[in-house]
């Protein structure tokens, strides 16, 4: 979900006299939730490589998807005026496309070297041919709110209409655009370091154009207990943000608990948004 900053300011301050214009472009609302079951092969080592640069490993997977839900914001077309003469006038137009029970594919290839000891690096290409196609469900709503010559004197009044229309729709895909991705991973006995870079060829609902660089730790004070830190750098999109987490490991799996917090270091009053999330990870 994104709002323009012509929306915060409205929300924060109030309107003015004047015009706002909303679009997509900077207001956008998506959901999206699907499961995968991947294949992969790895650790082949590619030939014809100089022996003064270390080993590469290629490797390669395939998914399949299965798509539980999508939703997202087909068309916006806002606009919000206000004047002595004529009052307040609003006017929103939304359409929202949904869609259930979607399958789709997707594809991923990668090399890995270490360079030097206890160093790894890494780079994949992800969403290869990478698409949903939704099948169950597929509907358009459409949402209008319009009020014109808005008074303080006539708020008791029915001084504005609003429709609301759905409309069935044949059965679309949802591109998912390759991504980009470095990585890199220092290893200890009880510390790890890393870094990661990101960056897509189209803006989505999974991804996007403007590149994100991020930095993590893990610690190990305790062989079962590994404590996490993160920290993503901001970009024209998104906030910078920091996140916390820690977990208990076994031989069999992990899971986790992880918390971040927007614009700030520790999440609290001065956080622009804080977040939680687990994880569970089972491996054999």
Known sequence: MSLSEQYMDILLHGNTEGEYVFDKQHNDLSALSFMDISYGIGDIKLPLIPKVIPPVRFGASASLLAGLGS??????????????DTGMTLKQDVILRTGAGGAGFKG???????????MEVGLTVDNIFGSIT??????????????????ASNLNEDFYSQSTKREEI????????????FGALWTAKKVSLSTDYAQAFKNSMVTSKVGKLSFGARFLPVYFLPIHFGLSLGNSQNPWLASYGISLKSETGEIGIAFQ???????????KGVSIGSFIRIWY
């Open 71 to 84: 939703v997202h914001m087909e068309e916006y077309k806002g606009l919000i005026s206000s004047s002595i």
């Open 108 to 118: 991923m290839i990668g090399l890995a070297s270490n360079p030097m000891p206890n």
């Open 134 to 151: 939704w099948s169950m469900f597929t509907e358009d709503q459409k949402f209008h709110f319009e009020a014109e010559n808005v008074y």
């Open 170 to 181: 044949e059965a679309f895909s949802m591109e998912l655009p390759p991504e980009l991705r």
């Open 261 to 271: 917090s927007y614009d700030s270091f520790i999440p609290g009053p001065t956080s």
